[in-house]
């Protein structure tokens, strides 16, 4: 027996400290849709009691303690599995994330014109107005290696900026995949992959599902008349020993999962030698940027906008 659809929609969430950008995320939501919304938040291990306070504060938020720091799409699909099962829509964002009005309205209208969409995304802006590129391709072996090895070197070699795909017209489409910081998902196509790979602890998690949704049949759609604002996350400066190898690790293992087998191995090792060289040198730039930040304050001020 089947249950009766619930018209509702599932907004989750997954924090780790997120104190602020947590109380904007539920502020701005209403005005996103005019249905029924209901909020899961699954905590990774905050220690600022903002996770503890919203779900005193608002009804509709539930809160879940994952029992430990399990990654993006480790809490995503903890935070999931609480959803009503009678919820089909399921919106999976970043704490950091402002809703413009509509925003979701619109991701659910473009879910109606395409029916096999699994995923839908905004368009995402960045605080200051600028279009962050989140409906890219999906990397194979050369532009993937190409964008890993030069991109924070090169900002515009041509492997970079044919992932990410910042020249393609703003309008609605299918795409490679979209930005995990904030997706409509179908929870049938979610479910229908086993959801996020949690051996993805941080980063390539949402390349890795939008590349999983195609090769079951699904769509991933960009929906750039949807807009919402995303406040990237300081922590990659703020602890670039433990992102930037983090990052580079997620990389390795996207394209190492697509290229098995004896034949590939020599690209395997090559692979993993050059990502090694590029993560050290990119730590170690990160921690002399922040050396210098912490011996010129005056400067590190004006930077956070102080």
């Given amino acids: 027996m089947t249950s009766e659809r619930n018209d509702a929609i599932a907004v989750v969430t997954v924090t780790y400290s997120s104190g602020d ?3 904007n995320f539920l502020r701005t939501l209403p005005a996103a849709t005019s249905r029924e919304v209901r909020v899961v938040i699954a905590d990774n291990g905050s220690d600022d009691g903002a996770p503890e306070q919203a779900a005193a504060e608002h009804d509709h938020v539930t809160l879940v303690h994952t029992g430990g720091n399990l990654g993006y799409g480790g809490g ?6 609480e959803v009503d099962p009678s919820i089909e829509f399921l919106v999976i964002a970043n704490p950091d994330i402002e809703w413009s009005p509509g925003c979701l309205d619109e991701l659910l ?12 995304g905004p368009l995402i802006a960045e605080p200051d107005g600028t279009v962050y590129p989140s409906a890219r391709r999906v990397p194979d072996l050369t532009h993937g290696t190409g964008h890993a090895v030069l991109g924070s070197i090169w900002k515009n070699n041509p492997w970079t900026v044919a992932y990410r795909n910042e020249d393609a017209a703003l309008t609605e489409r299918p795409v490679g995949w979209l930005s995990g910081s904030c997706l409509l998902v179908r929870r049938t196509a979610f479910e229908s992959i086993d959801g996020f790979d949690t051996r993805y ?22 929906v750039p008349t ?9 922590s990659v400066s703020r602890h670039p020993e433990k992102m930037i190898p983090a990052h580079h690790d997620s990389a390795y293992r996207f394209l190492a999962d697509r290229h098995t087998g004896p034949a590939w191995a020599p690209v ?3 692979l993993k030698a050059g990502l090694a060289v590029r993560s050290a040198i990119s730590v170690a730039a990160a921690q002399r940027e922040l050396r210098a ?14």
């Fill in 293 to 306: 930040a912490q011996q010129n304050p005056v400067n590190e001020e004006v930077s956070r906008g102080s």
């Fill in 21 to 23: 950008y947590l109380k």
């Fill in 201 to 222: 602890f941080m980063f390539m998690e949402d390349v890795d599902l939008g590349d999983r949704l195609a090769k079951a049949g699904w769509l991933n759609v960009f």
């Fill in 76 to 81: 995503m699909n903890r935070g999931i599995a």
């Fill in 226 to 234: 949807a807009k919402a604002v995303h406040a990237k996350s300081h």
């Fill in 109 to 120: 209208a473009a879910a109606e014109r395409w029916p096999r969409a699994g995923a839908l």
């Fill in 268 to 270: 395997r090792w090559a």
